[in-house]
């Protein structure tokens, strides 16, 4: 048997194992428009700069296992396309019975593909948990809707078309916008319909009823970090993002960090014993202000993925700062070669859209990944827009580099 033939003899035989044991969420394979039928579908291998802890398998792309199986309950992360060439973040998350969604950007129009997202996987209308990270539109735009005010009881956002359990949202923040109001009347909303508010603070201090870790399955768990900035506000707010860490069993762990900064993080290292991690969601959408060496020294992650429009200037003028920057690349690659990246943008058209990997799809069963993006599962330092030339600099220069510590792309 040629090595090929063994590989996909292994993963159709691991495959069985797991479809024996679980329940497949096969939505996006029913839903042309959040799936490709032309994916390719496979699971990521980790870094040889990391102990391995992945086998070479195939699933159909889309599916998603979410089921209690053996020691602990799955969990699968879906990190969302929003509709438009803006970046931003919003991740749909499957944990055991449990709906929960992290932020909801990138502007107003992304309700309907986040909403269209969320229904393939969340059949009865309920989120058990919503967690807004911090007051900035790319983050908070598809809760609610233009124009909100305390009266209304209906429109687009996500606060008035889902029943909610628990919101989990900043204790601090500078906001005066529009959007931050408009935000807080969809809130309040939920809440009259009987969710229950509790800042990341009150979370940590276990405080009101709130707790600083909630059981989402058998030996799964949702817990709040903590950073100084809970306590007292940044002038930076992204510094202000709720940090929350997922772990499945003892040893496979998932850490979200919205938009803090490097201030941000060396805070998050102070406060908490971070564990190495299967999965990081790269923070600041793959900015060169966060996602620093001194956090990824610690978390070592074995995966990567990253919500923004690759080499769109929505945010800067300069190549360099393009999202996602060489710097992250620089302070991730010693530890993965395993980034995905959600849309492709355009540096000289910033309306251009398209997706990069697409929606990004990753199952955890017993701490093993399947990888199964919508529309491919390329990773980024051998994608075409990484070693495209005479686009964000001249004829001869790359759009980013992969560095010379980076782990091996073979």
Known sequence: MDKKSLYRFTGLTLLGFLLSSCTIFDAFSKASSVSSSSSSSRVSSSSSALPAASSSQEIESGSSLSSTS???????????????????????????????????????????????????????????????????????????????????????????????????????????????????????????????????????????????????GTNLTLNVLYTQYYDTVSSDENNNSVCVLFSQGNDAHFLFTGDLEA??????????????????????????TATSAALTAVIQPEMVAVCCCAGNQQYTSGADHVFPTQDFINHVAPYTKSIYITTLGSFSDTSYHESFNGQINITYHLGVAVVACSHNDTILPLSDWFNKKGDLYDANTPNRTWPSNGAPLS
């Open 70 to 216: 053996g020691e602990s309950s799955d969990i699968s992360f879906h990190f969302l396309e929003l509709g438009n060439a803006k970046t931003g973040d919003c991740t749909y998350i499957k944990a055991g019975d449990n709906d929960i969604l992290i932020d909801a950007g990138s502007y107003y129009d992304s309700y309907a593909a986040i909403s269209t997202a969320i229904n393939q996987y969340c059949t009865d209308g309920k989120l058990e948990y919503v967690i807004c990270t911090h007051a900035h539109a790319d983050h908070m735009a598809g809760f609610t809707h233009t124009g909100a005010t305390v009266s209304d009881t209906s429109g687009n956002g996500i606060f008035y078309n889902y029943k909610i359990g628990t919101i989990i949202d900043f204790a601090q923040t500078n906001a005066t916008s529009k959007i931050y109001s408009y935000y807080q009347c969809a809130r309040d909303y939920a809440v009259k319909q009987g969710a229950v508010h509790y800042t990341a603070l009150q979370c940590w201090s276990e405080s009101d009823g709130a707790k600083k870790s909630y059981t989402l």
């Open 263 to 288: 201030d941000g993080e060396a805070s998050l290292i102070a406060k908490n014993t971070l564990p190495k991690v299967k999965l990081f969601k790269g923070g600041h959408h793959g900015s060169y």
